[in-house]
């Protein structure tokens, strides 16, 4: 059974920091990519960052470039996405997915995890 769970969500106050982690297990996820996405309430789904498990190519959203960085630990089965200066408006549930179709929709993932919470307070 294929499985994503993230973790590392919280509240902090404006300009802080958090890394959220992303284990996933259950399947070779070796020809993936995965992503990070968040939804804010009353908001789509947003895409915001993504790395190939293999060759950990990595994409970004231009919302969250220079302030978002991915990264994966292929022994841990781990993805990472460490957040930096966090704004009010980076307040959201935030999922890490799975695809092996195009990074950047929210609609070729095939796994997604439980979501985490992020609030920022300002």
């Known amino acids: 059974q294929v499985q994503l769970v993230e973790s590392g969500g919280g509240l902090v106050q404006a300009g802080g920091s958090l890394r959220l982690s992303c284990a996933a297990s259950?399947?070779?996820?070796?020809?993936?990519?995965m992503g990070w996405f968040r939804q804010a309430p009353g908001k789509e789904r947003e895409f915001l960052v993504a790395i190939t498990w293999s060759a950990g190519n990595t994409y970004y959203a231009d919302s969250v470039k220079g302030r978002f960085t991915i990264s994966r630990d292929n022994a841990k089965n781990t993805v990472y996405l460490q957040m930096n200066s966090l704004k009010p408006e980076d307040t959201a549930v935030y999922y890490c997915a799975a695809t092996r179709g195009y990074y950047g929709n929210y609609r070729t993932y095939d796994y997604w995890g439980q979501g985490t919470q992020v609030t920022v307070s300002s």
């Open positions: 259950g399947r070779t996820f070796s020809s993936y990519v």
